[in-house]
């Protein structure tokens, strides 16, 4: 296997097991957390979680950039002038909000659901489910470069 395709694999990998985390966070955790005022559940599921979670948002860290590299020199990545640069920009812009985001979670809203907070139930779901949708057009825009559809 050349090394493109196990950095695309890998890369695919630990975007389905960032984005399958999230959705689950999203629609199944979280609506029974909020439907039985249990903070906790979110905390005891982003617990879990983390352990696999983590690491896959790692790996894609480490792949995106090499994989990308091989369209466009990251120099020229923040152009704007092709499609492939407008795809490349686009995803380390939202990467970089993802990270944001996970930041204020892990800082500032999981403190307040470790301390049994129900009010920030609605800070956590924000929180998730915009990380999840981030992450549905991180994956939307990686196929649309990858296979040349999906143009926007």
């Keep these: 296997m050349h090394l493109h395709s196990t950095l695309l694999f890998l890369h695919v990998l630990a975007a ?3 984005f399958g985390g999230h959705m689950v ?3 199944v955790v979280l ?3 909020k439907r039985e005022q249990n903070p906790l ?3 005891e599921f982003e617990r ?3 352990k696999l979670g983590m690491p896959s948002l790692l790996v894609q860290i480490l792949t995106g950039p090499m994989i990308a590299m091989r369209y466009v020199p990251m120099s020229d990545w923040f152009l704007w002038q092709t499609e ?3 795809h490349i920009a686009s995803k380390v812009i939202l990467l970089g909000v993802i990270l944001l985001l996970a930041l204020s979670m892990k800082l500032r809203v999981m403190p307040r659901l470790k301390a049994g907070d129900a009010s920030a139930l609605r800070s956590a779901a924000t929180h998730v ?3 999840t949708f981030l992450s549905f057009l991180m994956i939307f825009m990686g196929l649309s470069l990858h ?3 999906f143009s926007y």
């Design 16 to 18: 389905c097991i960032w």
């Design 25 to 27: 966070l999203s629609v």
């Design 31 to 33: 609506p029974k957390a």
């Design 41 to 43: 559940a979110v905390v």
């Design 48 to 50: 879990s979680f983390e």
């Design 84 to 86: 492939a640069q407008d």
């Design 129 to 131: 489910h915009t990380v």
């Design 147 to 149: 296979t040349g559809g």
